[in-house]
């Protein structure tokens, strides 16, 4: 995800000279995003709005529940490796918003937990922010153009972790040296991560609108009109009315508990 308004600005992070800078970026200990009660909040977007996804990575969380982080949005624009190593990579596919949808839930903050969650995520920044619980509180309105209401919703009290867009020249200086990204990468053909060329994996958009539409009308609504293609301007909704097979693309078997939603 990107803050709606965040511009590429350089800036320096341990004597590296970066392209994007975020506010309240995590260190990769995740340094103060515990909570008193030892929990640290995971704000969930993609695959991570089905509770059955998260519970993948996180057997033991708990609180699962709709949320909204104000000011962000959704965009398709990077590639994952994990796509090629399923099996459900087709790179011949290579594949206003004030807010998004999300899961929120909690999990122990254990170093074990911050590795796991860092693994899932390996491309991408970690920015803590403040989300909002959905079904509780001040009426709000999300807009794409039109106004969308969402209902409801409050301040959580608490911080969580949202994954942030990140650069090719990023993520190579912070986390992804030669070595890993010829294991990771360059093995599957991929030169770029974060591209504007890319489509969403036919087989993963499935699983993210099932996902979405298991938390609700809401949160379907928003990742279907508040989310973006790497173009920035086509949304997932309109992508999809121009390719309804997407919704038939089936997982291959092994996989299909995992990607159905």
Excluded at 232 to 254: C, F, Q
Aim: glycine residues 8%; hydrophobic residues 40%; charged residues 25%.
């Amino acid at each position: 995800m990107t803050p709606c308004r965040a511009l590429p600005s350089m800036g320096m992070t341990a004597g590296l000279r970066l392209e994007l800078t975020y506010e309240n970026e995590l260190d990769d200990e995740f340094t103060g995003l515990a909570g008193d009660d030892g929990l640290m909040t995971i704000a969930g977007f993609g695959s991570l709005l089905s509770e059955r996804s998260a519970r993948y990575t996180f057997p033991h969380l708990v609180n699962f529940r709709i949320g909204l982080v104000p000011g962000w949005r959704r965009v398709f624009s990077h590639t994952a490796d994990v796509f090629f190593l399923r099996g459900i990579a087709r790179p011949e596919t290579s594949s206003h918003r004030r807010g998004v949808v999300v899961s929120l839930f909690e999990v122990p903050y254990t170093p074990a937990n911050v590795a796991a969650f860092i693994s899932r995520e390996h491309e991408f920044r970690f920015v803590a922010v403040q989300p909002l619980e959905l079904g509780t509180g001040q009426p709000l309105e999300l807009g794409t153009g039109q106004p969308l209401e969402l209902g409801t919703g409050q301040p959580i009290g608490r911080k969580a972790v949202v994954c942030a867009a990140n650069t090719d020249s990023d993520y190579r200086a912070l986390r992804c040296p030669p070595a890993e990204w010829s294991r990771r990468w360059s093995v599957h053909g991929c030169t770029s991560v974060w591209r504007t060329d890319v489509l969403p994996c036919r087989v993963y958009l499935r699983h993210c609108v099932l996902a979405a539409r298991s938390l609700g009308e809401e949160a379907e609504e928003n990742f279907l009109r508040a989310t973006f293609l790497a173009d920035r301007r086509t949304t997932v909704g309109e992508y999809l009315a121009l390719h309804l097979d997407i919704m038939d693309e089936l997982p291959p078997p092994e996989l299909a508990e995992r990607y159905s939603g």
